[in-house]
């Protein structure tokens, strides 16, 4: 086997492990985009596990962000990139720890714009990890939510006019990753909460946090009507109509969808 269809197979096992929502998905696109968002994706959830990480400090969260948004801003130097992560490797997933296997999957002519993106995502990470997460007002989830989820609306938006033209509404691309980021927040509210963490400002109610998700998961559907690829069509459609789901299930007071339930929502959607 190739080291390049070896490094293939590795994202998509590391995919399956890390995504719950992006897995199914990304199978179903056809093998170029497979190939670049598995690796967009595993570049993002690499930085994601460092902002989510329990036992490093909030100190070290933010030098190994910001040096990493650094070393992404150029052709990715992967010897540098371990010599910075060396010192928490016993603490940090292998998601993280293999960045460069996953930046070296991504097609030349586009992986620049995904290491952009993931690296205005890094810095806007360490400065909530400054900040502690501190979310008093809209404006500052409008912020949160763009850095750590709009932003791959316009990753993936700039992937899917890389390959075939296709043009997006990139303000729509960043209310489908808002959408979607709000779900989690409301999932993980109780979880959050023990960590002595909130991502729901300080003056709004439940109800106002369900009404901000259903608002952008409509502006997300919005989204999906300049798509006319079939592939990406049915990547986009999925996560959305889990999320939407989901609060539904939230909003009856169920904590989450079952298996079953997920299964039969993407067969219903691959055959529609």
């Known amino acids: 086997m190739s080291t390049d269809k070896k490094l293939q197979k590795e994202a998509l096992h590391m995919l399956k492990q890390t995504s719950r929502t992006f897995y199914i998905p ?8 497979k190939k670049t968002v598995s690796s967009a994706y595993l570049c993002m959830r690499a930085i994601d596990e460092i902002e989510d990480h329990v036992l490093l400090s909030s100190t070290t969260k933010q030098h190994l962000l910001r040096e990493t948004a650094n070393l992404l801003k150029r052709p990715f130097d992967n010897e540098a990139y371990l010599h910075l992560v060396e010192p928490y490797k016993q603490l940090l997933p292998e998601v993280t720890l293999k960045m460069g296997n996953w930046i070296s999957t991504c097609p030349s002519g586009i992986v620049q714009k ?5 690296s205005i995502m890094a810095n806007g990470m360490a400065d909530w990890v400054k900040k502690n997460w501190h979310i008093q007002s809209k404006e500052d989830l409008n912020d949160y939510t763009y850095y750590v989820a709009g932003l791959v609306g316009v990753m993936l938006s700039d992937i899917w006019e890389w390959r075939d033209g296709t043009k997006t509404d990139r303000e729509l691309a960043i209310a489908y990753g808002r959408g979607l980021q709000t779900v989690n927040i409301l999932r993980n509210i109780q979880e959050d909460k023990e960590r002595g963490v909130s991502f729901i400002p300080e003056e709004w109610s439940i109800h106002d946090t369900f009404e901000y998700a259903e608002k952008n998961l409509a502006l997300g559907n919005e989204y999906m009507k300049d798509i006319n690829s079939k592939s990406v069509l049915l990547f986009c459609k999925i996560p959305l109509a889990l999320a939407n789901k989901t609060l539904k299930a939230l909003k009856s007071g169920k904590e989450k969808m079952t298996r079953a339930e997920v299964e039969m929502i993407v067969e219903e959607i691959k055959t529609s």
Do not use: N
Not at 26 to 33: A, Q, V
Not at 114 to 118: H, L, M
């Open 26 to 33: 990304i199978t179903l696109l056809e093998p170029t985009l």
């Open 114 to 118: 995904v290491q952009d993106s993931t």
